[in-house]
């Protein structure tokens, strides 16, 4: 009985696994080729694979109901207003900046996107494919939610719509502000339409509003379904093209050259180029506030809980305390170098032989001061281009015709993950990383242990992580098989082996650093895929990140300090 049984999920997570490939080899083909149409025929394999996969992120696409948990990931992650948009142009930094037209943001992605007409949104790509990838799935998401709403509200060949349809095209189209009977009974037809009941529309309608758009939910069910309806009725499909210059560009390490070549010309300009240089991958905020927060507050805030204050320093409110810190930063040995390469990525390097240690939490390290290392602190990377900006990072630089070589001590990379064993808030230390879809594989020495953590009040895993291509690529059944066979996977995340990948070429092989640089991996549980109810669809970590995010920033800290 066990072994059949063992049979049935094993061939699930093989599935699983040959779709991920599918769609990782679908969207490189469509990419070269410059243009596709997400539900023609071009489009076909990539929303049949997205359907064997049905991953967790998207809950319910593989049913007739429409997924509403999903729709919001999807949505905060793409410009506003992609729902009306029949073509999606993907395409370089190719100086719509400079224009008229007005950048969009989404609230969840740094990307920058332009409403080119009524028809067309432009979405800027600087991060390299694993953005494209990114994009493409969740377009190929809300392609299949949309022709799930016209299938239920068309019928017959000539395109007559139900009541319920009617009433949605009247609420939406009415420039009016709607009252709450008029929503209410918007509500009930678009549920209808959704396959949802009446409660779970009224909880999601207000995480989907914003200020301009307060009805914004029903206006992206009824763009959906419209452009839907005129695909299947006029065959008038949406269309996704990638710019020629996209295409020419694109591996060629652009933005991260510019980003590196940026860093390197500020380290030289402060005399910090030959000093011993500790690079840390991490958000903007946890290094500075570990150096300065304890000096910068007031005597009575300064007794309480440390982990209290970086609390406070972490809610949005506090502008004007945080404001404090980096200002107090900025005057004790602190360059702040924000991106404009199109990298996305902010920098800040820290002058340890500016910093009175005396004044902060690290006070028995004023004797550290000796080697008088730089602290360089970079933001997250996404995916692949986690390889781009390191890798031209840890390139010698040329002064007056001279090769100078970065005296890279250590490399630490803090960053969030989805943990398969534990919760919410939990901390991962890798031992290797394994690259999804194949059994490439990065084993490395981490200075950080589990034991240098065991005392810090939140549990802790060891073992190997795997780096996959989307986090919103994976399912349960893929999941439990990393976890449960011999390759012990404790978590996932994207950027690990792009990383390592980094670092082993230019201290192994390209000896651009030296070979015995220290590595330091650990990551945070952002979710817990495996749960249902914690997956990354079920929001942020709210106040549960502050304390892992500080305990291995104060340990990698330790650790350079006292290397």
């Known amino acids: 009985m066990s072994t059949t049984k063992k049979k049935q999920g094993r061939t699930r997570a093989q599935e699983s696994s040959s779709a991920i490939e599918r769609m990782y080899i679908t969207m490189r083909h469509l990419f070269n080729r410059g243009f596709y149409k997400p539900m023609g025929v071009s489009g076909e394999t990539l929303r049949e694979a997205l359907l064997l996969l049905r991953p967790e992120i998207y809950g319910s696409i593989g049913e007739e109901k429409a997924e509403l948990e999903g729709l919001l990931y999807v949505i905060d992650r793409l410009p506003q207003g992609i729902e009306e ?18 950048t969009i ?11 080119i007409d009524d028809e067309q949104m432009n979405i800027e790509i600087t991060r390299g494919r694993s953005e494209i990838y990114d994009i493409l799935t969740h377009l190929t998401f809300l392609f299949v939610e949309s022709h799930k709403i016209s299938k239920r509200v068309i019928i017959d060949e000539d395109g007559s719509t139900v009541r319920d349809w009617q009433k949605l095209e009247n609420a939406v189209l009415n420039k009016q502000k709607l009252s709450q009977k008029e929503r209410e009974i918007a509500i009930t037809h678009t549920a209808n339409i959704l396959g949802r009941t009446f409660n779970e529309l009224t909880v999601a309608y207000p995480k989907f509003a914003t200020e301009s758009q307060p009805e914004r939910l029903l206006h992206i069910v009824y763009w959906l379904g419209k452009l839907a309806i005129e695909e299947t009725i006029n065959n008038t499909k949406r269309t996704i093209t990638f710019s020629p210059v996209l295409r020419e560009r ?8 510019v980003w590196a070549d940026t860093i390197k010309s500020t380290l030289h300009k402060n005399g910090l180029l030959e000093r011993p240089i500790h690079i840390i991958s991490a958000n903007m905020h946890s290094v500075m506030n570990s150096l300065f927060a304890k000096g910068v507050l007031k005597a009575n805030e300064a007794k309480k ?4 204050t970086y609390e406070a320093l972490s809610d949005s409110n506090n502008g004007a305390l945080r404001s404090k810190v980096e200002k107090s930063a900025l005057q004790n040995g602190m360059i702040y170098i924000p991106d404009t390469s199109g990298t996305n ?8 032989d500016k910093i009175d240690f005396s004044k902060t939490d690290f006070k028995y390290l004023e004797e550290a001061k000796e080697n008088k290392a730089v602290i360089f602190v970079m933001d997250y990377a996404f995916g692949e281009q986690a390889y781009e900006t390191l890798d031209e990072l840890l390139k010698p630089v040329t002064v007056n015709d001279e090769d100078i070589h970065l005296n890279v001590k250590s490399i630490s990379i803090m960053g969030k993950a989805g943990i398969l064993e534990g919760g919410k808030g939990d901390v991962m230390i890798p031992t290797a990383h394994i690259f999804e879809g194949t059994a490439d594989n990065y084993p490395f ?17 060891e073992g190997t992580m795997v780096t996959v291509l989307g986090t919103s690529l994976q399912n349960k059944e893929i999941l439990k098989f990393f976890k449960n066979s011999t390759w012990n996977v404790i978590g996932l995340e994207m950027e690990g082996a792009h990383y390592q990948k980094a670092i082993q070429a230019a201290s192994k092989v390209r000896k651009n650093i030296n070979e015995d640089v220290k590595v330091r991996y650990a990551y945070y549980a952002s979710d817990n895929p495996l749960e249902t109810g914690s997956t990354l669809a079920s929001g942020g970590l709210g106040t549960s990140g502050v304390k892992p995010t500080y305990v291995i920033t104060r340990k990698i800290l330790e650790q350079i300090f006292n290397s």
């Open 85 to 102: 948009c029949t073509f999606i142009n993907l395409t370089s930094d190719e100086g719509y900046a400079n224009s008229h037209f007005k």
């Open 105 to 115: 943001v989404p609230p969840k992605r740094r990307r920058n996107c332009y409403r």
């Open 250 to 257: 694109l591996g060629h390490h652009i933005h991260g050259e």
């Open 305 to 308: 809980d440390i982990f209290q």
């Open 345 to 352: 990525i902010d920098v800040q390097i820290f002058d340890t």
């Open 445 to 461: 020495k981490n200075e950080l242990s589990k034991n240098d953590l065991l005392d810090c009040g939140v549990s802790v895993y």
